[in-house]
């Protein structure tokens, strides 16, 4: 199933503008699969030359012919916009990702899993080596979906199946970070994925009181923690206050890294 792009109706003719040129950019580069807008210029946070971050999603890898011109037309949108450029994160990298990609990013693989099932998040490293790296693409990837984002068209149910995924996928990552507190609120679940200093924000997941709105953020944990819930790793009673069975968790977490390693 496809359908245009869905653009919010916060935000000036500029940012409309801006949004309908990534919709297009989409159409012209993508013939399946979707395409994301996040960051800055759809979490209220942008200024007058914020770069804009896009993720386009598709069936197979593109060609070095393709990476080449899809990363000239992003460089032109934000020339034509009077956008400043961001590739600490190289364009090649960060710009497009497989289905394949997504569906290892929705399964934690940007992260190592324990034999046990506990989950490591390895400090960022503003390097690149680490930033161009394939684990932190599917981490850059995971935080694209988690975050609040603008659907830029094309298809739908594949775009809702990798947002629930994604949604699954961090909120197991929350309770594992909240290992050792069986006890807990969805306020501490957004906690554990914002960090603390000095690993916190960019510098841990790439979430921050900012960028993921703590509203969207907590919004996000609570859907996701009531559908672990039928899956028997928390239980919310229906009160602030919930709990997560560390065993179950661990068991979770271990099929999707068996999902990794099979793909």
Same mark, same amino acid.
């Given at each position: 199933? @496809? +359908?245009?792009?869905?653009?919010?109706?916060?935000?000036?003719?500029?940012?409309?503008?801006?949004?309908?040129?990534?919709? /297009? !950019?989409?159409? =012209?580069? &993508? +013939?399946?699969?979707?395409? !994301? /807008?996040?960051? @800055?210029? +759809? *979490?209220?946070?942008?200024?007058?030359? @914020?770069?804009?971050? %896009? !993720?386009?999603?598709? *069936?197979?890898? %593109?060609? =070095?012919?393709?990476?080449?011109? &899809? +990363?000239?037309?992003?460089?032109?949108?934000h020339r034509r916009h009077g956008l400043a450029l961001d590739q600490e994160v190289s364009y090649e990298s960060k710009l497009h990702a497989t289905t394949g990609q997504v569906e290892r990013a929705t399964a934690l693989g940007g992260f190592t899993a324990t034999a046990e099932g506990d989950i490591v998040v390895d400090p960022v490293v503003v390097e690149p080596w680490f930033l161009n790296s394939a684990p932190f693409?599917?981490?850059?990837? %995971?935080n694209a979906l988690t975050v609040p984002h603008v659907f830029l068209g094309g298809d739908l149910a594949l775009y809702d199946r990798h947002r629930l995924r994604a949604e699954r996928a961090v909120a197991l990552l929350a309770l594992s970070l909240l290992e050792g507190h069986e006890e807990f609120? /969805?306020? *501490?679940a957004a906690a554990a994925l914002l960090g603390r200093?000095?690993?916190?924000?960019?510098d841990f997941l790439g979430y921050d009181e900012r960028a993921c709105r703590p509203a969207a953020l907590f919004g996000l944990l609570q859907r996701a923690? =009531? =559908? !672990?819930?039928?899956?028997?790793? $928390?239980?919310?009673?229906?009160? $602030?206050? %919930?709990?997560q069975y560390p065993e179950r968790r661990r068991q979770l977490v271990l099929e999707l890294a068996a999902q990794v390693a099979g793909a």
């Open positions: 199933m @496809s +359908t245009g792009p869905r653009v919010p109706h916060q935000g000036g003719p500029a940012a409309r503008s801006l949004l309908a040129d990534a919709c /297009a !950019l989409r159409a =012209a580069h &993508l +013939t399946d699969g979707y395409g !994301l /807008a996040y960051g @800055s210029h +759809t *979490d209220g946070g942008a200024g007058a030359t @914020s770069d804009l971050d %896009l !993720l386009l999603v598709g *069936d197979e890898p %593109l060609t =070095a012919e393709q990476v080449r011109a &899809l +990363t000239g037309d992003v460089i032109g949108l693409k599917l981490r850059l990837t %995971l609120t /969805a306020g *501490d200093p000095p690993q916190h924000g960019e923690l =009531a =559908a !672990l819930e039928q899956e028997g790793a $928390v239980s919310t009673g229906g009160g $602030v206050r %919930l709990r």
